[in-house]
């Protein structure tokens, strides 16, 4: 390291580098010195100087942080740089005190046990109570702990105490996603749409609370506000951030790009909304297309063969609201291997596949496919697709088959 020092001020670059080196190892006294050196060069450079001010932060080198934050908010309006500045602007003026907020950056680091980040966050609300971020933090560490009470106290007092509404918003999902743990969905959603009131359309936490909402809303058995909040979720997030569901978008055009490929129903989607209660099952009977290959593929390649599986609920949802989910071949025009598998899912209403689990009634040979991200439970029919692909013996994600024609054969039934 001493070698590479000595030729940092031949290239100044190694400033930065060495700044965040230090920075990330925690020698946040060594970090100051690199960065301020680096910022000399380059005072432009907004990605140093906040993190200059993070260092000085962590020194308590208050004046030194409250430079930089400024200044860092003068050439960007990214939300963190303000959140920080404000914080530090509050420590300089004596509203907070200045080993609160040493103690509140210190428990934000996700790689400290989770005792010591509690610890460390009860010594800052000690020192600073009515510090609405270590409220916030702590609320979130307690829900996450099944110290529920806790939790929601948390959330509530710093609601009340939040000066902005950006704080309020998050104690209010903190709040709320603790009462969707404990199955309260109904508060769960009032709560969500009192957060959602305070942001503006374009602001990226909301598609955020949309999501959470939806799924409020499904588990308390309100499937068509759950789709029509997803549907503007998705629509919001897209709006925001195209690239979010690029990988998923990427898939459904790959599939209308097969010969006679068409999305399955929505029919589908409304029939496994139906399907909640443990031991219920769903026929489907439907097409599946074949072929060869998995790009590249043309009309003669494809060959379609009648598919018959079954559908049912393992378990109903959990605490964390995830069904296990099972899709069985009964029958049909495929490889005889495929007759009897079971791919079991557990699946979010609202978050897609979680997880895949692969299993032969024959013996113990399992194997997980690589997952994409699914945009909503409704897209688990596109999860059965995948995983029956991959079930044929293509473990990488390819589009070789497409469903068609899928629909309920009758109506839920006990068995």
């Known amino acids: 390291m001493s070698a590479i020092w000595d030729r940092a001020p031949e290239f100044p670059d190694l400033n930065g580098m060495l700044g965040r080196l230090y920075f990330e190892s925690a020698d946040h006294e060594l970090a100051v010195k690199h960065l ?13 100087r906040t993190m200059y001010g993070m ?47 040493h103690n509140y950056v210190r428990a934000i680091n996700h790689l400290v046990a989770a005792a010591d980040r509690k610890r460390m966050l009860v010594e800052a609300l000690g020192l600073s109570s009515d510090f609405v971020e270590a409220k916030i933090e702590l609320a979130t560490l307690s829900r996450d702990d099944n110290e529920f009470d806790r939790a929601m106290q948390l959330a509530i007092d710093a609601d009340t105490e939040a000066k902005t509404p950006k704080l309020k918003v998050s104690a209010k999902a903190i709040l709320a996603s603790t009462l969707f743990t404990i199955e309260r969905y109904s508060d769960a959603a009032k709560t969500y749409n009192d957060a959602l009131l305070l942001l503006t359309q374009d602001d990226p936490m909301r598609p955020v609370l949309l999501d959470f909402l939806s799924k409020c809303e499904f588990m308390a058995g309100n499937y068509a506000d759950a789709e029509r909040l997803q549907a503007e979720a998705i629509m919001l997030q897209k709006l925001i951030n ?20 068409r999305r399955i129903p929505d029919s589908l989607s409304t029939a496994l909304h139906l399907s909640l209660r443990s031991g219920e099952r769903l026929r489907l009977r439907g097409q599946i297309g074949q072929s060869s290959e998995g ?4 009309q003669e390649d494809i060959g379609v063969t009648n598919l018959d599986v079954e559908l049912y609920v393992l378990e109903s949802p959990n605490m964390r609201g995830f069904w296990k989910i099972a899709v069985e071949v009964k ?11 079971r791919v079991v899912l ?31 439970f409704q897209y688990v029919r ?26 309920a054969a009758g109506p839920l039934h006990l068995k």
Request: net charge negative; proline share 4%.
């Open 242 to 261: 195209g690239e979010l569901f690029e990988a998923f978008q990427g898939h459904r055009d790959a599939l209308s790009q097969m010969p006679n490929a």
């Open 331 to 341: 029958s049909g025009l495929v490889d005889q291997s495929l007759i009897g598998r």
């Open 295 to 298: 790009e590249g593929v043309t």
């Open 382 to 407: 596109f999860a059965i697709m995948e995983l029956f692909t991959c079930g044929l013996g293509r473990a990488e994600l390819s589009f070789p088959f497409v469903w068609s024609n899928m629909a």
């Open 346 to 376: 557990n699946v979010a209403p609202t978050f897609g596949l979680e997880s895949e689990e692969w299993e032969k009634k024959a013996n113990e040979e399992s194997f997980v496919p690589s997952a994409l991200a699914l945009e909503s």
């Open 55 to 101: 260092a000085c932060v962590h020194i308590q080198a208050w004046p030194k942080a409250q430079k930089a934050f400024q200044e860092a908010a003068e050439q960007s309006k990214h939300q963190a740089v303000e959140r920080w500045k404000g914080l530090v602007d509050c420590v300089v003026a004596g509203t907070l005190a200045g080993k609160a907020l």
């Open 36 to 48: 301020e050196k680096a910022l000399e060069y380059r005072p432009d450079d907004n990605r140093w």
